[in-house]
Each structure stands twice: as structure tokens, then as C-alpha cells.
Nanobody, 121 residues
Framework: QVQLVESGGGLVQVGGSLRLSCAAS?????LGWFRQAPGKEREFVAT????????YYADSVKGRFTISIDNTKTTMFLQMNSLKPEDTAVYFC?????????????????WGQGTQVTVSS
């Protein structure tokens, strides 16, 4: 079992940037960022393999967001640039013992508590 703690959310203006972090209590997991806006389903944002060698992005964030993992392979980051109002959501990190590159929330076994990102216009 792994515990995940997200941080770095906040309020930012359109076009601004934020950097989210997800600290995991262990290494060796595939990690992913998802987001959920009020009244909507949880949506895939990006995922990275445990080594950082494989990365996938949702089309809606490609070119604006960058996912990365630190050298200890226990902290994942999401650098978000050129933020838009539609990026407003609670951002969650998920972990899976197996790398599949999945974009489905159900394929991630462990979840953090989420961090709120609000982009104001």
C-alpha cells in the first residue's frame, strides 16, 4: 500500500502557472494526475511510469502541462502553464503497481486527497 499527498494548488489568473506535487510513501509505482470539476467525472490529465521513461498526456493539456518525477521516484510534479478557466478542478494523484499507461481512474489503486486549482478570469 502507498499513501499519496498532493500539494501546490491555489488560485491563479488566466495564463498563469502552478506547480503541483504528489508525495508518495513508496517508490516503484506508476503515477498519474487526474482532475475533477464539480458535477463532472474524474478526468485523466497525465501519467508517468515509475522510472519516468514513459509519459502520456491528455490532449487538452498537451503543450501546457509537464509531468515529471524526482530522482527518488517518490515525488511527482505537474507543472501547469498557460492555465485556462476550464482547468479549474480538484487535482488528484493516483498510483498503480503496474505501468499500463492507462487513462482510466479505475486502473489506479491508490489516491491522494486532492488539491484545488482555481483559474480566474
Amino acid at each position: 500500500q502507498v499513501q499519496l499527498v498532493e500539494s501546490g494548488g491555489g488560485l491563479v489568473q488566466v495564463g498563469g502557472s502552478l506547480r503541483l506535487s504528489c508525495a508518495a510513501s513508496g517508490s516503484g509505482y506508476a503515477l498519474g494526475w487526474f482532475r475533477q470539476a464539480p458535477g463532472k467525472e474524474r478526468e485523466f490529465v497525465a501519467t508517468i511510469s515509475s522510472t519516468g521513461a514513459n509519459i502520456y498526456y491528455a490532449d487538452s493539456v498537451k503543450g501546457r502541462f509537464t509531468i515529471s518525477i524526482d530522482n527518488t521516484k517518490t515525488t511527482m510534479f505537474l507543472q501547469m502553464n498557460s492555465l485556462k478557466p476550464e482547468d479549474t478542478a480538484v487535482y488528484f494523484c493516483g498510483a498503480s503497481p503496474i505501468w499500463t499507461g492507462s487513462r482510466r481512474p479505475n486502473d489506479y489503486r491508490y489516491w491522494g486527497q486532492g488539491t484545488q486549482v482555481t483559474v480566474s478570469s
